[in-house]
Protein backbone atom coordinates (compact mmCIF):
# COMPACT_ATOMS: atom_id res chain seq x y z
CA UNK A 1 0.00 0.00 0.00
CA UNK A 2 0.85 3.92 -0.19
CA UNK A 3 1.39 3.90 3.47
CA UNK A 4 4.12 0.78 3.51
CA UNK A 5 5.64 2.00 0.62
CA UNK A 6 6.20 5.52 2.15
CA UNK A 7 7.38 4.19 5.22
CA UNK A 8 9.67 1.54 3.60
CA UNK A 9 11.19 5.02 2.18
CA UNK A 10 11.19 7.07 4.71
CA UNK A 11 12.89 4.41 6.82
CA UNK A 12 15.72 3.68 4.52
CA UNK A 13 17.14 7.33 6.30
CA UNK A 14 16.82 6.46 9.60
CA UNK A 15 20.18 6.08 11.64
CA UNK A 16 21.64 8.22 8.95
CA UNK A 17 23.57 11.45 10.34
CA UNK A 18 23.23 13.62 7.25
CA UNK A 19 21.69 13.09 4.03
CA UNK A 20 23.45 12.88 1.02
CA UNK A 21 22.27 14.52 -2.46
CA UNK A 22 22.13 10.47 -3.35
CA UNK A 23 19.77 9.43 -0.25
CA UNK A 24 17.99 12.43 -1.42
CA UNK A 25 17.29 11.38 -4.98
CA UNK A 26 16.77 7.47 -3.81
CA UNK A 27 14.09 8.62 -1.25
CA UNK A 28 12.33 11.05 -3.82
CA UNK A 29 12.49 8.25 -6.62
CA UNK A 30 10.79 5.51 -3.72
CA UNK A 31 8.06 8.06 -2.90
CA UNK A 32 7.54 8.82 -6.83
CA UNK A 33 6.81 4.90 -7.46
CA UNK A 34 5.18 4.82 -4.17
CA UNK A 35 2.52 7.80 -5.60
CA UNK A 36 1.94 5.90 -8.79
CA UNK A 37 1.31 2.93 -7.76
CA UNK A 38 -1.61 4.99 -5.77
CA UNK A 39 -2.79 6.12 -8.76
CA UNK A 40 -2.07 9.74 -8.21
CA UNK A 41 -2.20 11.71 -11.19
CA UNK A 42 0.65 11.97 -13.03
CA UNK A 43 1.41 16.27 -12.61
CA UNK A 44 0.37 16.22 -9.21
CA UNK A 45 3.19 13.39 -8.38
CA UNK A 46 5.71 15.81 -10.45
CA UNK A 47 4.90 18.62 -8.12
CA UNK A 48 4.71 16.84 -5.03
CA UNK A 49 8.28 15.04 -5.51
CA UNK A 50 9.73 18.17 -7.36
CA UNK A 51 8.57 19.97 -3.38
CA UNK A 52 10.00 17.54 -1.63
CA UNK A 53 13.46 17.39 -3.19
CA UNK A 54 13.95 20.72 -3.26
CA UNK A 55 12.51 21.09 0.49
CA UNK A 56 14.96 18.29 1.75
CA UNK A 57 18.20 19.77 -0.26
CA UNK A 58 17.25 23.05 1.51
CA UNK A 59 16.60 21.44 4.99
CA UNK A 60 18.52 23.56 7.99
CA UNK A 61 20.26 21.57 10.58
CA UNK A 62 17.88 21.21 13.08
CA UNK A 63 18.48 21.07 16.52
CA UNK A 64 15.33 18.82 17.53
CA UNK A 65 15.25 16.49 14.47
CA UNK A 66 17.46 13.81 12.81
CA UNK A 67 17.50 13.67 8.93
CA UNK A 68 15.00 10.95 8.85
CA UNK A 69 12.48 12.93 10.75
CA UNK A 70 13.01 15.95 8.69
CA UNK A 71 12.28 14.34 5.67
CA UNK A 72 9.25 12.98 7.62
CA UNK A 73 8.32 16.22 8.67
CA UNK A 74 8.62 17.70 5.25
CA UNK A 75 6.79 15.29 3.09
CA UNK A 76 3.78 15.54 5.79
CA UNK A 77 3.90 18.97 5.38
CA UNK A 78 3.86 18.15 1.45
CA UNK A 79 1.05 16.03 1.65
CA UNK A 80 -0.83 17.78 4.21
CA UNK A 81 -0.68 20.63 1.33
CA UNK A 82 -2.02 18.64 -1.70
CA UNK A 83 -4.83 17.46 0.18
CA UNK A 84 -5.98 21.20 1.54
CA UNK A 85 -4.17 22.47 4.29
CA UNK A 86 -6.60 23.97 5.97
CA UNK A 87 -9.73 21.90 7.39
CA UNK A 88 -12.53 23.52 4.92
CA UNK A 89 -15.82 23.81 6.88
CA UNK A 90 -19.43 23.73 5.55
CA UNK A 91 -20.34 27.42 5.07
CA UNK A 92 -23.75 28.15 6.20
CA UNK A 93 -26.12 30.75 4.52
CA UNK A 94 -26.74 34.24 6.66
CA UNK A 95 -30.51 33.45 5.56
CA UNK A 96 -31.76 30.00 5.91
CA UNK A 97 -32.41 27.55 4.48
CA UNK A 98 -28.71 26.71 3.60
CA UNK A 99 -28.84 25.06 0.32
CA UNK A 100 -26.42 22.32 -0.17
CA UNK A 101 -26.57 20.24 -3.48
CA UNK A 102 -24.89 16.99 -3.94
CA UNK A 103 -23.95 15.83 -7.49
CA UNK A 104 -21.83 12.87 -8.67
CA UNK A 105 -22.17 10.07 -10.66
CA UNK A 106 -24.57 6.94 -9.92
CA UNK A 107 -23.47 5.24 -7.08
CA UNK A 108 -21.01 7.36 -5.80
CA UNK A 109 -22.40 7.88 -2.59
CA UNK A 110 -25.12 10.72 -2.64
CA UNK A 111 -27.83 9.63 -1.17
CA UNK A 112 -26.10 7.63 1.35
CA UNK A 113 -24.25 10.89 1.98
CA UNK A 114 -27.95 13.15 2.61
CA UNK A 115 -28.37 10.66 5.23
CA UNK A 116 -25.24 11.19 6.58
CA UNK A 117 -25.15 14.64 6.08
CA UNK A 118 -28.21 15.65 8.02
CA UNK A 119 -27.69 13.70 10.73
CA UNK A 120 -24.25 15.51 11.35
CA UNK A 121 -25.75 18.35 10.77
CA UNK A 122 -28.59 17.36 13.59
CA UNK A 123 -26.52 16.47 16.07
CA UNK A 124 -24.47 20.01 15.15
CA UNK A 125 -27.73 21.65 16.55
CA UNK A 126 -29.36 22.16 13.44
CA UNK A 127 -32.64 21.32 11.57
CA UNK A 128 -32.01 19.70 8.21
CA UNK A 129 -34.24 18.43 5.40
CA UNK A 130 -33.51 15.99 2.37
CA UNK A 131 -35.13 16.90 -1.12
CA UNK A 132 -35.35 13.71 -2.84
CA UNK A 133 -34.51 15.06 -6.61
CA UNK A 134 -33.25 11.98 -8.23
CA UNK A 135 -36.30 10.97 -10.16
CA UNK A 136 -34.05 9.07 -12.79
CA UNK A 137 -34.26 5.63 -11.06
CA UNK A 138 -37.59 4.28 -10.18
CA UNK A 139 -36.42 3.59 -6.60
CA UNK A 140 -34.50 6.72 -5.34
CA UNK A 141 -36.80 8.55 -3.77
CA UNK A 142 -37.92 5.78 -1.67
CA UNK A 143 -34.40 5.03 -1.19
CA UNK A 144 -33.53 8.67 0.64
CA UNK A 145 -36.68 8.36 2.53
CA UNK A 146 -35.29 4.87 4.27
CA UNK A 147 -32.09 6.86 4.37
CA UNK A 148 -34.10 9.78 6.30
CA UNK A 149 -36.34 8.12 8.13
CA UNK A 150 -32.76 6.37 9.57
CA UNK A 151 -31.30 9.64 10.12
CA UNK A 152 -34.32 10.92 11.76
CA UNK A 153 -34.82 13.86 9.25
CA UNK A 154 -37.69 15.05 7.19
CA UNK A 155 -37.72 14.16 3.53
CA UNK A 156 -39.19 16.51 0.96
CA UNK A 157 -40.15 14.10 -1.66
CA UNK A 158 -42.65 14.34 -4.97
CA UNK A 159 -46.29 12.87 -4.38
CA UNK A 160 -45.73 9.48 -5.94
CA UNK A 161 -48.04 8.17 -9.12
CA UNK A 162 -47.73 11.61 -11.04
CA UNK A 163 -45.48 10.11 -13.91
CA UNK A 164 -41.96 11.05 -13.82
CA UNK A 165 -41.81 14.56 -12.42
CA UNK A 166 -39.42 17.71 -12.85
CA UNK A 167 -36.21 17.29 -10.62
CA UNK A 168 -36.09 21.06 -10.83
CA UNK A 169 -40.08 21.88 -9.89
CA UNK A 170 -39.13 19.45 -6.42
CA UNK A 171 -36.02 21.51 -5.65
CA UNK A 172 -37.88 24.84 -5.79
CA UNK A 173 -41.13 23.43 -3.79
CA UNK A 174 -38.81 21.80 -1.15
CA UNK A 175 -36.79 25.29 -0.82
CA UNK A 176 -40.04 26.79 -0.20
CA UNK A 177 -41.37 24.20 2.05
CA UNK A 178 -38.13 24.08 4.18
CA UNK A 179 -38.50 28.03 4.03
CA UNK A 180 -41.99 28.09 5.57
CA UNK A 181 -41.33 25.29 7.64
CA UNK A 182 -38.32 26.93 9.58
CA UNK A 183 -35.47 23.68 8.52
CA UNK A 184 -32.43 25.89 8.18
CA UNK A 185 -30.37 23.21 6.02
CA UNK A 186 -32.04 21.71 3.16
CA UNK A 187 -30.16 18.69 1.44
CA UNK A 188 -30.66 17.99 -2.04
CA UNK A 189 -29.78 14.64 -3.21
CA UNK A 190 -29.74 14.40 -7.13
CA UNK A 191 -29.43 12.04 -9.92
CA UNK A 192 -26.32 10.50 -11.67
CA UNK A 193 -25.34 8.42 -14.11
CA UNK A 194 -23.25 5.22 -15.17
CA UNK A 195 -21.05 7.66 -17.10
CA UNK A 196 -20.17 11.55 -17.57
CA UNK A 197 -23.05 12.71 -19.94
CA UNK A 198 -24.80 16.14 -21.25
CA UNK A 199 -27.98 14.95 -20.21
CA UNK A 200 -26.80 14.32 -16.70
CA UNK A 201 -24.60 18.12 -16.56
CA UNK A 202 -28.01 19.77 -18.03
CA UNK A 203 -30.07 18.18 -15.00
CA UNK A 204 -27.93 19.19 -12.04
CA UNK A 205 -26.71 22.62 -13.40
CA UNK A 206 -31.07 23.37 -13.79
CA UNK A 207 -31.17 21.88 -10.56
CA UNK A 208 -28.49 24.37 -9.82
CA UNK A 209 -29.75 27.21 -11.36
CA UNK A 210 -32.93 26.88 -9.75
CA UNK A 211 -32.04 26.19 -6.18
CA UNK A 212 -28.31 28.73 -6.40
CA UNK A 213 -26.98 25.69 -3.42
CA UNK A 214 -24.63 27.35 -0.98
CA UNK A 215 -22.67 24.99 -1.50
CA UNK A 216 -22.41 22.43 -4.24
CA UNK A 217 -20.75 19.21 -2.96
CA UNK A 218 -19.05 17.07 -5.42
CA UNK A 219 -19.24 13.21 -4.83
CA UNK A 220 -16.52 11.19 -5.32
CA UNK A 221 -16.01 7.22 -4.86
CA UNK A 222 -12.46 6.92 -4.01
CA UNK A 223 -12.07 3.53 -5.42
CA UNK A 224 -12.25 4.49 -8.92
CA UNK A 225 -8.60 5.43 -9.39
CA UNK A 226 -7.43 7.54 -12.11
CA UNK A 227 -10.89 8.02 -13.56
CA UNK A 228 -11.87 9.89 -10.12
CA UNK A 229 -10.04 13.02 -11.46
CA UNK A 230 -11.79 12.86 -15.37
CA UNK A 231 -14.84 12.34 -13.42
CA UNK A 232 -13.60 15.34 -11.41
CA UNK A 233 -12.70 17.71 -14.17
CA UNK A 234 -16.54 16.75 -16.29
CA UNK A 235 -18.21 18.19 -13.10
CA UNK A 236 -15.71 21.17 -12.52
CA UNK A 237 -16.68 21.95 -15.94
CA UNK A 238 -20.20 21.11 -16.21
CA UNK A 239 -21.28 22.08 -12.97
CA UNK A 240 -18.77 23.33 -10.82
CA UNK A 241 -18.95 22.46 -7.27
CA UNK A 242 -17.46 24.23 -3.97
CA UNK A 243 -15.84 21.18 -2.64
CA UNK A 244 -15.69 17.50 -2.81
CA UNK A 245 -16.84 14.39 -0.50
CA UNK A 246 -14.80 11.23 -0.91
CA UNK A 247 -16.47 8.43 -0.24
CA UNK A 248 -15.57 4.66 0.00
CA UNK A 249 -12.93 6.06 1.84
CA UNK A 250 -12.91 2.49 3.77
CA UNK A 251 -12.35 0.13 0.29
CA UNK A 252 -9.73 2.94 -0.76
CA UNK A 253 -6.33 1.08 0.08
CA UNK A 254 -4.10 3.57 -2.28
CA UNK A 255 -5.28 6.97 -1.72
CA UNK A 256 -5.11 8.34 -5.16
CA UNK A 257 -8.45 10.09 -5.40
CA UNK A 258 -7.90 11.79 -2.13
CA UNK A 259 -4.52 13.12 -3.08
CA UNK A 260 -5.68 14.20 -6.42
CA UNK A 261 -8.73 15.87 -6.48
CA UNK A 262 -7.79 18.34 -4.65
CA UNK A 263 -4.97 19.79 -6.62
CA UNK A 264 -6.63 18.76 -10.32
CA UNK A 265 -9.47 20.69 -9.20
CA UNK A 266 -8.59 23.44 -6.89
CA UNK A 267 -11.76 22.30 -4.25
CA UNK A 268 -11.63 21.21 -1.11
CA UNK A 269 -12.15 17.91 0.30
CA UNK A 270 -14.71 19.12 2.99
CA UNK A 271 -16.00 15.37 4.07
CA UNK A 272 -15.12 11.84 3.99
CA UNK A 273 -16.86 8.75 4.09
CA UNK A 274 -15.62 5.10 5.55
CA UNK A 275 -18.80 2.67 5.47
CA UNK A 276 -22.31 2.15 5.37
CA UNK A 277 -23.62 2.94 8.28
CA UNK A 278 -24.76 6.42 9.01
CA UNK A 279 -22.18 7.17 11.11
CA UNK A 280 -18.58 6.33 8.96
CA UNK A 281 -18.25 9.90 8.42
CA UNK A 282 -16.33 12.76 9.11
CA UNK A 283 -15.04 16.52 8.12
CA UNK A 284 -12.05 15.49 6.08
CA UNK A 285 -9.08 17.19 8.21
CA UNK A 286 -6.32 17.65 6.02
CA UNK A 287 -3.55 16.65 8.57
CA UNK A 288 -5.28 13.73 9.92
CA UNK A 289 -5.54 12.34 6.09
CA UNK A 290 -1.86 12.76 5.45
CA UNK A 291 -0.84 10.86 8.79
CA UNK A 292 -3.22 8.02 7.78
CA UNK A 293 -1.27 8.47 4.53
CA UNK A 294 2.23 8.09 6.16
CA UNK A 295 1.20 5.27 8.00
CA UNK A 296 3.25 6.97 11.11
CA UNK A 297 0.17 8.42 12.72
CA UNK A 298 1.07 9.61 16.28
CA UNK A 299 4.80 9.67 15.31
CA UNK A 300 4.25 12.96 13.36
CA UNK A 301 2.54 14.44 15.79
CA UNK A 302 5.81 13.31 18.05
CA UNK A 303 8.31 15.38 15.67
CA UNK A 304 6.25 18.25 15.81
CA UNK A 305 5.96 18.08 19.65
CA UNK A 306 9.85 16.85 20.31
CA UNK A 307 10.42 20.45 18.70
CA UNK A 308 8.51 22.13 21.21
CA UNK A 309 9.45 19.89 23.86
CA UNK A 310 12.87 19.88 23.36
CA UNK A 311 15.26 21.42 25.51
CA UNK A 312 19.03 20.77 24.10
CA UNK A 313 20.14 22.41 27.56
CA UNK A 314 18.57 20.06 29.79
CA UNK A 315 18.85 16.87 27.82
CA UNK A 316 22.57 17.39 27.87
CA UNK A 317 23.21 17.85 31.45
CA UNK A 318 20.53 14.58 32.47
CA UNK A 319 22.60 12.84 29.58
CA UNK A 320 26.00 13.93 31.59
CA UNK A 321 24.73 12.76 34.73
CA UNK A 322 23.96 9.39 33.77
CA UNK A 323 27.21 9.03 32.03
CA UNK A 324 28.52 9.58 35.60
CA UNK A 325 26.48 7.78 37.20
CA UNK A 326 25.17 11.02 39.59
CA UNK A 327 21.68 10.53 37.96
CA UNK A 328 18.83 11.32 40.44
CA UNK A 329 15.74 9.80 40.73
CA UNK A 330 14.79 13.78 40.72
CA UNK A 331 16.06 13.83 36.82
CA UNK A 332 14.35 10.59 36.30
CA UNK A 333 11.32 12.41 36.87
CA UNK A 334 11.91 15.35 35.03
CA UNK A 335 12.81 12.87 31.71
CA UNK A 336 10.23 11.39 32.50
CA UNK A 337 7.22 14.02 32.36
CA UNK A 338 9.14 15.85 29.27
CA UNK A 339 9.21 12.81 27.41
CA UNK A 340 5.47 11.81 28.82
CA UNK A 341 4.81 15.55 27.74
CA UNK A 342 4.83 14.31 23.99
CA UNK A 343 2.15 11.67 24.15
CA UNK A 344 2.07 7.92 25.12
CA UNK A 345 5.49 6.31 25.50
CA UNK A 346 4.69 3.03 23.09
CA UNK A 347 4.54 5.86 20.18
CA UNK A 348 7.37 7.60 21.47
CA UNK A 349 9.55 4.15 21.71
CA UNK A 350 7.94 3.42 17.96
CA UNK A 351 10.01 6.21 16.76
CA UNK A 352 13.39 4.45 17.67
CA UNK A 353 15.37 3.15 14.85
CA UNK A 354 14.14 -0.82 14.45
CA UNK A 355 11.26 -0.35 16.72
CA UNK A 356 9.04 -1.18 13.79
CA UNK A 357 9.84 -4.31 14.19
CA UNK A 358 8.27 -4.39 17.97
CA UNK A 359 4.86 -3.65 17.69
CA UNK A 360 3.09 -5.99 19.82
CA UNK A 361 5.40 -5.32 22.77
CA UNK A 362 4.97 -1.39 22.33
CA UNK A 363 1.42 -2.10 22.41
CA UNK A 364 1.68 -3.58 25.86
CA UNK A 365 3.57 -0.65 27.32
CA UNK A 366 1.46 0.35 30.29
CA UNK A 367 0.90 4.19 30.48
CA UNK A 368 -0.75 3.03 34.04
CA UNK A 369 2.15 1.47 35.34
CA UNK A 370 3.99 4.58 34.45
CA UNK A 371 1.77 6.39 36.04
CA UNK A 372 2.67 4.58 39.56
CA UNK A 373 6.08 4.95 38.90
CA UNK A 374 5.49 9.09 38.13
CA UNK A 375 3.07 8.62 41.74
CA UNK A 376 5.69 7.08 43.23
CA UNK A 377 8.57 9.25 42.93
CA UNK A 378 6.45 11.99 43.61
CA UNK A 379 5.87 10.45 46.95
CA UNK A 380 9.63 10.85 47.93
CA UNK A 381 10.91 13.38 49.48
CA UNK A 382 13.45 16.00 48.00
CA UNK A 383 16.57 14.00 49.58
CA UNK A 384 15.17 10.69 49.02
CA UNK A 385 15.30 11.71 45.11
CA UNK A 386 18.43 13.30 45.42
CA UNK A 387 19.62 9.90 47.67
CA UNK A 388 17.81 6.98 46.70
CA UNK A 389 20.19 5.16 49.00
CA UNK A 390 18.68 6.33 51.70
CA UNK A 391 14.80 4.93 51.59
CA UNK A 392 14.64 2.05 54.29
CA UNK A 393 12.19 -0.05 55.52
CA UNK A 394 10.20 2.35 57.14
CA UNK A 395 10.95 5.22 54.60
CA UNK A 396 9.45 2.10 51.53
CA UNK A 397 6.49 1.74 53.86
CA UNK A 398 5.49 5.48 53.77
CA UNK A 399 6.34 6.24 50.16
CA UNK A 400 4.12 3.08 49.83
CA UNK A 401 1.21 4.33 51.56
CA UNK A 402 1.46 7.67 50.47
CA UNK A 403 1.53 6.71 46.77
CA UNK A 404 -1.38 4.75 47.05
CA UNK A 405 0.81 1.57 46.09
CA UNK A 406 2.43 -1.75 47.46
CA UNK A 407 6.05 -1.91 48.96
CA UNK A 408 6.71 -4.45 46.46
CA UNK A 409 6.32 -1.43 44.20
CA UNK A 410 8.43 0.94 45.83
CA UNK A 411 11.02 -1.54 45.96
CA UNK A 412 10.81 -2.51 42.51
CA UNK A 413 11.18 1.16 41.47
CA UNK A 414 14.18 1.34 43.43
CA UNK A 415 15.92 -1.80 42.58
CA UNK A 416 15.60 -1.00 38.88
CA UNK A 417 17.04 2.44 38.93
CA UNK A 418 20.28 1.19 40.67
CA UNK A 419 20.32 -1.46 37.90
CA UNK A 420 19.91 1.26 35.37
CA UNK A 421 21.92 3.74 37.10
CA UNK A 422 25.07 1.23 36.81
CA UNK A 423 23.98 0.04 32.82
CA UNK A 424 23.98 4.25 32.08
CA UNK A 425 27.19 4.20 33.44
CA UNK A 426 29.07 1.21 32.26
CA UNK A 427 27.48 2.67 28.66
CA UNK A 428 28.57 5.58 28.66
CA UNK A 429 32.50 4.28 29.66
CA UNK A 430 32.37 1.55 26.79
CA UNK A 431 31.95 4.67 24.39
CA UNK A 432 34.17 6.92 25.97
CA UNK A 433 31.23 9.34 26.49
CA UNK A 434 30.91 11.95 29.17
CA UNK A 435 27.10 11.21 28.30
CA UNK A 436 24.89 9.28 26.14
CA UNK A 437 24.05 12.06 23.87
CA UNK A 438 24.60 12.28 19.72
CA UNK A 439 21.02 9.93 19.35
CA UNK A 440 18.96 13.27 18.76
CA UNK A 441 21.09 14.70 16.41
P1 LIG B 1 -25.77 7.31 -5.28
O1 LIG B 1 -26.18 6.58 -6.51
O2 LIG B 1 -24.71 8.31 -5.58
O3 LIG B 1 -26.90 7.91 -4.55
O4 LIG B 1 -25.08 6.25 -4.32
P2 LIG B 1 -25.69 5.48 -3.06
O5 LIG B 1 -25.77 6.41 -1.90
O6 LIG B 1 -26.95 4.79 -3.46
O7 LIG B 1 -24.53 4.44 -2.74
C1 LIG B 1 -24.17 3.41 -3.63
C2 LIG B 1 -23.63 2.25 -2.83
O8 LIG B 1 -22.43 2.58 -2.18
C3 LIG B 1 -24.58 1.79 -1.75
O9 LIG B 1 -24.58 0.39 -1.72
C4 LIG B 1 -23.98 2.34 -0.48
O10 LIG B 1 -24.31 1.55 0.64
C5 LIG B 1 -22.52 2.29 -0.80
N1 LIG B 1 -21.75 3.30 -0.07
C6 LIG B 1 -21.96 4.63 0.00
N2 LIG B 1 -21.00 5.24 0.72
C7 LIG B 1 -20.16 4.27 1.14
C8 LIG B 1 -18.96 4.27 1.92
O11 LIG B 1 -18.44 5.30 2.38
N3 LIG B 1 -18.35 3.08 2.11
C9 LIG B 1 -18.87 1.92 1.60
N4 LIG B 1 -18.22 0.80 1.84
N5 LIG B 1 -19.98 1.88 0.86
C10 LIG B 1 -20.63 3.04 0.62
MG1 LIG C 1 -28.85 8.17 -5.13
Sequence with gaps: TLSERLTGALSDLRGK?????????????????ALLEADVALPVVRQFVKQIKDRARGAEVSEALNPAQQVVKIVNEELIGILGGETRRLRFAKNPPTVIMLAGLQGSGKTTLAGKLARWLKNQGHTPMLAACDLQRPNAVNQLQIVGGRAEVEVFAPEPGNGVGDPVDVARRAIADAKSRQYDVLVVDTAGRLGVDEDLMRQASDIRDAVTPDEIL?????????????????????????????????????????????????????????????DEFDVFHPD???SRILGMGDVLSLIEQAEQAFDAGQAEAAAKKMGEGDFTLEDFLEQMMSVRKMGPIANILGMLPGAAGMKDQLAN?????????????????????????????????????????????VNQLVERFFEARKMMKNMAGQFGLPGMGGGGR
Design 17 to 33: GRLSETDIDATCREIRI
Design 218 to 278: FVLDAMVGQDAVNTAEAFRDGVGFDGVVLTKLDGDARGGAALSVREVTGQPILFASNGEGL
Design 288 to 290: RMA
Design 365 to 409: VDEKHLDRVQAIIRGMTPAEREDPKIINGSRRLRIANGSGVGVTD
